[in-house]
């Protein structure tokens, strides 16, 4: 595959989610449409294929973990961080302080909160899990309302 960016949008029940893929991985999941035109030629890669195959399932209550290769870019903190989010068991919350301790400073609690902001493919790397120490649902950059429904959709799943 090429070093050309592969976007394609899929129709969730939290909303239009724009899938991007490079060099046959994920490396966006975004809210939204925006401008970009979906590819070109209409192709869908395996890659994007799979994608959609694993959001039906997750939105189906079939999946509870997603297999997708991801390339994610990131400072190494952030990329620490992203990785612990994807070992937050389906249905379950962590507090951005557990997420912190995980991965390796406790005090970066406030970084921990960035690196959630800058997930890229939310959903398949679960920022959603994480939550304040008070059992509160905070910050969300998909808006809370995703963040309680994505949540809601696991415990029922």
């Known amino acids: 595959m090429d070093n050309n960016v592969l976007a394609a949008y899929y129709d969730s029940p939290v909303g239009i989610l724009k899938i991007q893929a ?39 209550g079939k999946r509870k973990v997603f297999e997708l290769p991801l390339g ?4 190494p903190f952030r990329q620490r961080v992203w990785a612990e989010l994807t070992r937050i068991p389906y249905g379950e919350t962590r507090s951005y302080k557990d997420i ?5 400073n406790e005090k970066a609690v406030r970084a921990v909160g960035g690196a959630n902001h800058h997930n890229p493919v939310s959903i398949i790397v679960p920022c959603h899990r994480v939550i304040g120490a008070d059992g509160k649902l905070t910050g969300y950059g998909g808006e809370i309302w995703r963040k309680e429904w994505l949540l809601a959709h696991e415990k029922r799943g």
């Open 72 to 75: 994610l870019r990131g400072t």
């Open 22 to 60: 490079q060099d046959g991985k994920i490396t966006a999941l975004t809210f939204g449409r925006d401008d970009a035109e979906p590819n070109p030629d209409g192709v869908r890669p395996i890659v994007l294929q799979n994608c959609f195959t694993q959001l039906d399932e997750y939105f189906n």
């Open 100 to 104: 912190a301790v995980a991965a390796g």
